[in-house]
């Protein structure tokens, strides 16, 4: 398997700008999550999917923010608009089962903001 | 509120030498400890995985202990190579739940 896909892997847009981020898990695997990773506050769990539905969302920082997941094999965030605050990675990751099993990463997306 | 704390933030070592990371935790209630390796520009890579009733778990060079009373652990590297320069991110798992709470990691610096 190829591991878990991500795309683009760079992105860089200004302020205001619609980004949206795109994610392939595993195939097979069940649970998807969408991370924002900082140097102030390392990695944060934004929304996790389960068998493509919306199981908790309380990370997502705002309105701004809005993940869906229209089948197994892809999902997406996007952010409407893009604030320089926004500026982070961006990991997708999927496991087969919940928290016991081991979370799989991609590469992430480096997202600019300006 | 469920915290992970790891020490120290930063730790440079010269190649061969053998190091220790610290996790503490008050992640409740508890269902496994996570290490996981992260290249820079790259996603985390799992290394161990610890159940509550385990202890002690290795991967090659690197071993994880548990101590599930004090809520600690630590990976130890032994014979330390270049390739080992990553950060190193302590996640621990709460029962019944598939969030994970995550360290800030410790960044490892392997020098020749």
């Known amino acids: 398997d190829a591991g878990v896909i991500q795309s683009p892997r760079h992105e860089v847009t200004e302020m205001g700008q619609e980004v949206t981020l795109r994610c392939k898990p595993i195939?097979?695997?069940?649970?998807l999550f969408w991370y924002r990773q900082t140097m102030m506050r390392g990695l944060e769990l934004l929304i996790y999917?389960?068998?493509?539905?919306?199981?908790?969302d309380s990370g997502m920082p705002e309105d701004r923010f809005s993940a869906k997941m229209p089948n197994a094999s892809f999902s997406t965030l996007k952010i409407q608009p893009s604030e320089p605050r926004d500026s982070a990675v961006y990991f997708c990751?999927?496991?087969?089962?919940?928290?016991?099993?081991?979370?799989?990463f991609g590469p992430g997306t480096r997202l600019l903001v300006l | 509120k469920n915290q992970v704390e790891q020490s120290p933030q930063s730790l440079i070592i010269l190649e061969g030498k053998n190091c220790t990371l610290q996790c503490n935790y008050t992640v409740s209630p508890f269902s496994n400890l996570r290490w996981y390796k992260q290249d820079t520009g790259r996603g985390p890579v799992s290394l161990t995985i610890m159940t509550f009733s385990e202890n002690t778990k290795s991967n090659g060079r690197y071993t994880a202990t548990l101590d599930a009373d004090t809520k600690q652990s630590s990976l130890h590297i032994t014979a330390s190579q270049l390739s080992d320069s990553a950060s190193y991110i302590c996640v621990v798992s709460l029962s019944g739940y598939s969030t994970l709470t995550f360290g800030k990691g410790t960044m490892l610096l392997v020098s020749p």
């Open positions: 990751a999927s496991s087969l089962g919940p928290g016991g099993g081991t979370q799989y």
């Open positions: 999917f389960n068998n493509n539905v919306p199981i908790d």
């Open positions: 195939s097979g695997h069940d649970y």
